[in-house]
């Protein structure tokens, strides 16, 4: 098992944080995803490919990229 690292832009309250969360945890591969607003970033568990992950942040109307 693996540990991603992502910065998110785009969050602005809780609502963005769950969203953001349910979206990577729905990413096959995904163990857990651990989101938070400030820095803006999530750190993902599991075996789930980088380009997964990026498209279902997307998705939810936000932007990822690895830390």
């Given at each position: 098992m693996?540990?991603?690292t992502l910065k998110i832009t785009g969050m602005t309250c809780?609502?963005?944080?769950?969203?953001?969360?349910?979206a990577l945890e729905?990413?096959?591969g995904v163990t857990k995803a651990e989101v938070t607003l400030e820095p803006g970033?999530?750190?993902v568990h599991?075996?789930?490919?980088?380009?997964?992950?990026i498209a279902a942040?997307?998705?939810?109307g936000?932007?990822?990229?690895?830390l």
């Open positions: 693996n540990d991603i809780g609502h963005c944080v769950r969203a953001a969360a349910q729905a990413v096959p970033q999530a750190v599991g075996d789930a490919p980088l380009e997964a992950l942040v997307a998705e939810e936000y932007s990822a990229e690895r």
